[in-house]
C-alpha cells in the first residue's frame, strides 16, 4: 500500500511542477488532467469513490476541457517572449520556501501523532451514503449551490456577450423584414 | 497502513507548488491552473481527515469545493476571454487599468 502511495505521489508531485515549467499552456493543462487523475486515485484509496469519480468527470473532464478550449480559441499557448518577472521571483521564492518550511515543521512536529489510514472496508463511502448525508443534512446548501451555479451560467453568459451579437441580431431582422416587405 | 501525515505532506507540497505558479507565472491560464491545483490540494486534506475520522461529512464538503471551483472556473475563463478582446494578450502584468 505504501509503495501505491509513493508512486502515486511522486506522479503528483512530478505533473505539477512540470505544469508549472513547461512554456506551453496547452502541455499545462495536458499535465493537470494528469495530476487530477492521480488524486482521484489517492481519493479512490482513501475510500472516497463518488468524489473521486466526480474528480475525474468535474475537473479532468469538462474543467480542463474548458481551459483547453480557452487557450485554442484564444492562441494564448505561448507568451511571446521571456517570463521576466524582475524583483517579484526574488521576493517570492524565499516566501514560499518559508512557508513550505511552516507545513513541513508542523507535519513533522505531529508526526507519527496523528493517525494511520488503511484500506477501507468494502462499502465504505458509497454514493448512497454520500447522498443520504447531500439531501438531508446538506440540503440547505445543496440548493445555494444550485444558486451558485445559476448565476455563474447567466455572469459568464453576460460577459461573454457583445455587442456584436446584438448587431448581428438586428443584421438578421432586418434581413427577416426586407424579406417580407416586397 | 499509511501514516496520516504523508497525505499532509503530499497536499501541503502541491499546495505550496500552486502557489508557486500563482506567484511566478505571467500567462493568466496557468495561473487558473495552479488555483486549481491548490483548491486539489486542499480537497485531499478534507478526504485524508474524512477517512481518519471516519465520516462523510467531509466528502459533502469536498463535494460543495468541487461545484464552486467549477462555477468559478466558468467565471474566470469568461473574464479571460473578454480581457483578450480588449487587450489582445493574457499577460498578468498587462492587466494594470480597471477600464481597458
Known sequence: ?????????????????????????IYSAIFLVLNFGTVAILYLILGAPFIALSQITVYAGSVVVLFLFVIM????????????????????IPLILVLAL???INIAREGGKIGMVDVPPAGYGAPVDVGKVLFTQ??????????????????????????KAGRRRDLYKREQQQEKTP | MIPVEYYLALSATLFSLGILGVLLRRNALVVFMSLELMFNAGNLAF???????????????????????????AIGLALMVEIFRTKHSIDLDQMNTLKG
Open chain 1, 1 to 25: 500500500m505504501l509503495i501505491v502511495f509513493f508512486v502515486l505521489a511522486f506522479v503528483a508531485v512530478g505533473t505539477a511542477i512540470s505544469m508549472l515549467v513547461t512554456r506551453n499552456a
Open chain 1, 73 to 92: 480559441l484564444l492562441g494564448a499557448e505561448r507568451l511571446p517572449g521571456g517570463e521576466p518577472l524582475k524583483w517579484q521571483r526574488f521576493l517570492a
Open chain 1, 102 to 104: 511552516d507545513f513541513g
Open chain 1, 138 to 163: 446538506y440540503a440547505l446548501p445543496f440548493e445555494v449551490t444550485a444558486i451558485i451555479l445559476l448565476s455563474a451560467v447567466v455572469g459568464a453568459i453576460m460577459l461573454a456577450k457583445t455587442d
Open chain 2, 47 to 73: 478526504i485524508t481527515y474524512a477517512r481518519m475520522f471516519g465520516t462523510i461529512s467531509a466528502q459533502v464538503v469536498v463535494f460543495f469545493v468541487m461545484t464552486v471551483a467549477a462555477a468559478e472556473v
